[in-house]
């Protein structure tokens, strides 16, 4: 059954009280993120601006400033773009008000959740997914009412056929749910804290399939709807080619899910996940640009018009860098670029292309434009507008030169060699040191950004000021109900039979046999020639193409949506989930790595807690360099009972997977207390209150019998002695710093943190 | 016959006659989605933006 348009018509009030809302929430939480953002930049430069305190480090108060950019000031713009175009492009109010309530508001008392609980430390050291499992349940919850409204929504829908935008949007919601929930399957031991059910390699491909993700379906997805009904309302044209679109949608949701792998190259990961990662990202390319090309080309007729409406400014820079970060994404996934590139700091001009030019612009575009409309006005200042746009393009521009500037610098000094083989800066201040400058200018760049959201807030609060919002009534003709195919029809056709070959042939052909990479190769080609065959006779003026009809069907729609990216997760997550964990044997039967003790599970859990990863990664490269200054390329049975995995992603801070032995207790001791009193150069903050803290001994065996849950091979003797043996090992490390005159208690926080990095890369090597 | 044929050749232009594949694939994309012919159907849904509120 589906529907078509009557004679009959209906009056319809949008409920635009709930897009006021998130975009009030969108631009105040993005001002705090950035704020925090800059401190967190600043401190780069001046470590002392921490003041000592834990919960304003440097460590704890970088996942707030994620977490507040991609969450609350990009998810609420999101959120207020969704509800303002989805009700116009159906035709009818949101389905509930309360759920629109509880989404605004329970969002809103997430986003307050995560403010307070990072700082404290509070996180499970996974990037984007860094909330604790009591906050991760009122995402679901949350997520939940927002689906089932807007999927409501669909329902009562007054227009037969469903726009691109919605499309996306389709697309955010299931994904994002999908994402979310299988990468944040934890066992908690306590209120606040959890372990994540994947260990090492596994999480590493889950969280990055998840973080790679919530960047293509948080970060891209949602703000192509956006795109593709805010830039031709603003241009005053229409989208530019809609075939392109339908090509855009389908190429990059089936082919985004599978890039996470790009950033694990070079790691332990299996070499077919990485190869499978870089290749779909190269191939990401192409609908990527097809993307914003037709963004761009929707402007066709109008571009005179770019040059005195700010609206359109931020929209057109916006989807620039959208085709820029779409370019450079590809690019760092090269695998002899990513070996440059990655752990530096042009992963971070990366990444802030993105979120500053592509989210950012396209959030200060979208407000522009729908603020003085939401409050029947004019807007308050186009110079101003046209200020932020000029002052915050600078901004970026400033930010993204910087940490190209110091990425690639801190790429090569890392790799480079003396003529005799020996590194040529062996000391890593020396590396730090040749970045300072660029840090700087970071700051620089991102304070104009920052002066630049702030103008906007003026612009947009003089703008409303003393005006009450304005209430929007249209009649629509009334959809009604006629005999059409059915969903099953249309997902039982033949496009997606040819689609289903072609996955199919597709994943026969990369299985490495030469005679079936053939025949699925002739295979292929005779798919395409079909399907180009019934694709030029199914066109034209007057005929009703598949995809015409799977527009109407919304249920249709999903299901195919959630299969095509399903495909990706299937292929890369669950070969890794079904093999059996073979941890290497010694000589004498002995795991060759061997649990940690309870002492260094303690420690491992303070350096959890602290995020040490945000700086230090534990991931050892098949590179010469690597080895010359850290030692063998890490294995991946090195993390096997790593819950959660500490790979890292950026190297702030060397590595230290094989830190272990290397530096004596008292050296950790006092690089801990302040780590200039040891290397001058070092920009790392101090962690003084790791020396008065203690480790609560009272729980180390739950944590140890969690890990036994989650397959850590700990005895039950093991797990009932744990906090004695916590003391006994912190005896012996307190009693040798006490003997170079440096008092620490057994169970300090401190003795726990020395064990675990001293326990860093000694394992045994296997003997099968 | 097959097996013989494939395991006395090391088929080093597979790799090329895949990325040729790609190629194609991308450019029949393209060529389906610029044509010129025209369809009412996404004409009118390419305006559904700027339909009054």
């Known amino acids: ?768 | 016959m097959w097996q013989k044929l494939f395991s006395g050749s090391e088929w080093l232009e597979l790799p090329l006659v895949t990325l040729v594949f790609f190629v194609a694939t991308f450019v029949g994309a393209c060529l389906w989605a610029f044509a010129r012919r025209r369809s009412g159907h996404y004409d009118r849904m390419a305006r559904m933006p700027l339909q009054e509120d």
Request: net charge positive; aromatic share 14%.
């Open chain 1, 1 to 768: 059954m589906t529907s078509t348009t009557s004679s009959v018509t209906v009056p319809v009030t949008y409920d635009d009280k709930s897009v006021r809302g998130f975009i009030f929430f969108s631009v105040f939480w993005g001002l705090i993120g950035m704020l925090v953002g800059l401190l967190a930049a600043l401190q780069l430069s001046f470590p002392g601006l921490n003041f000592d305190l834990p919960w304003l480090t440097f460590s704890r108060i970088r996942p707030l400033h994620t977490n507040a950019v991609v969450f609350a000031l990009v998810g609420n713009m999101m959120f207020a773009g969704i509800y303002y175009s989805t009700q116009r492009l159906l035709k009818t109010r949101m389905a509930s008000d309360l759920l629109s309530k509880v989404h605004l508001w329970g969002w809103q008392l997430i986003v307050v959740a995560a403010a307070v609980t990072l700082p404290l430390g509070i996180t499970q050291s996974k990037e984007y997914a860094e909330l604790e499992w009591p906050i991760d349940l009122m995402v679901v919850v949350v997520w939940v009412a927002f689906a089932v409204n807007f999927f409501w929504t669909l329902a009562i829908r007054n227009e037969r056929n469903i726009y691109v935008a919605i499309w996306f949007y389709i697309a955010t919601i299931l994904t994002v749910a999908m994402l979310y929930i299988v990468n944040n399957l934890a066992l908690p031991i306590a209120g606040t804290k959890s372990y994540g059910i994947f260990a090492g390699g596994q999480d590493a491909l889950t969280q990055w399939w998840y973080g790679h993700n919530a960047v293509a379906f948080f970060l891209t997805t949602p703000i192509l709807g956006i795109m593709y009904y805010f830039l031709p309302k603003a241009a005053e044209r229409p989208v530019y080619s809609y075939r392109l679109s339908i090509v855009h949608f389908w190429g990059l949701v089936f082919i985004y899910i599978w890039a996470g792998p790009h950033h694990l190259l070079y790691t332990a990961l299996p070499v077919w996940a990485q190869s499978l990662g870089m290749l779909f990202s190269l191939m990401l390319w192409a609908p990527s640009w097809g993307g914003m090309l037709n963004g761009l080309l929707t402007l066709r007729g109008a571009w005179h018009k770019v040059r005195t409406d700010p609206v359109l400014k931020f929209f057109v820079a916006g989807v620039t860098f959208y085709g820029m970060s779409t370019f450079e994404g590809p690019l760092l996934s090269i695998k002899s670029v990513n070996a440059l590139g990655h752990y530096t700091d042009w992963i971070i001009a990366h990444v802030h292309g993105g979120a500053l030019g592509w989210n950012g612009f396209m959030a200060a575009g979208m407000f522009y434009w729908l603020v003085p409309r939401l409050f029947g006005t004019q807007l308050h200042s186009r110079g101003l507008a046209d200020f932020h746009f000029w002052i915050g393009t600078f901004g970026i521009l400033l930010y993204m030169v910087a940490m190209w500037v110091g990425g690639v610098t801190h790429g090569l000094m890392w790799r480079a060699e003396n003529p005799d083989g020996g590194l040529t800066y062996p000391q890593w201040a020396e590396v730090i040191e040749a970045v300072l400058p660029m840090y700087m200018l970071r700051s620089i760049g991102g304070t104009l950004y920052l002066l630049g959201w702030g103008l906007m807030i003026y612009n947009l609060l003089a703008t409303v000021r003393g005006r009450q919002p304005v209430a929007v009534t249209v009649t629509v003709p009334k959809l009604e109900s006629t005999a059409l195919p059915s969903s099953a029809r249309l997902i039982f056709s033949t496009p997606i039979a040819i689609s289903v070959l072609g996955c199919v042939a597709g994943v026969l052909f990369g299985l490495g046999n030469l005679a079936l990479s053939t025949v699925m190769l002739v295979f292929l080609l005779m798919l395409v020639v079909w399907a180009g065959f019934l694709m030029y006779h199914s066109t034209g003026t007057g005929k009703h193409v598949w995809h015409q009809m799977i527009e109407g069907r919304p249920l249709a729609f999903s299901i195919l949506t959630m299969l095509a990216v399903m495909v990706g997760g299937i292929v890369q997550l669950v070969p890794g989930l079904v093999l059996e964990k073979k941890v290497p044997l010694t000589a004498s039967g002995e795991y060759a790595v061997a649990p940690y003790t309870p002492l260094e599970l303690e420690g491992r859990d303070v350096y959890v807690r602290e995020g040490c990863y945000v700086c230090h990664s534990q991931m050892i490269r098949p590179f010469r360099s690597e080895f010359l200054r850290y030692g063998e390329p890490s294995r991946l049975e090195e993390s096997m009972w790593d819950h959660p995995f500490q790979w890292g992603s950026k190297r702030t801070g060397p590595d230290l997977a094989r830190v272990g032995g290397k530096y004596g207790d008292d050296w950790h001791y006092r690089h801990m207390l302040n780590p200039r009193d040891l290397v001058g150069a070092s920009n790392m903050p101090a962690y003084p209150w790791l020396r008065d803290a203690k480790v609560d001994t009272a729980r180390t065996s739950t944590k140890l019998a969690a890990m036994r849950r989650l397959g850590v091979p700990y005895k039950a003797e093991e797990i009932q002695g744990a906090a004695g043996a916590l003391l006994e090992q912190g005896r012996r490390i307190a009693e040798g710093l006490a003997a170079k005159g440096l008092p620490l208690a057994a169970d300090s926080e401190l003795t726990a943190l020395i064990a675990f990095l001293q326990r860093l890369g000694k394992n045994a090597v296997g003997q099968n």
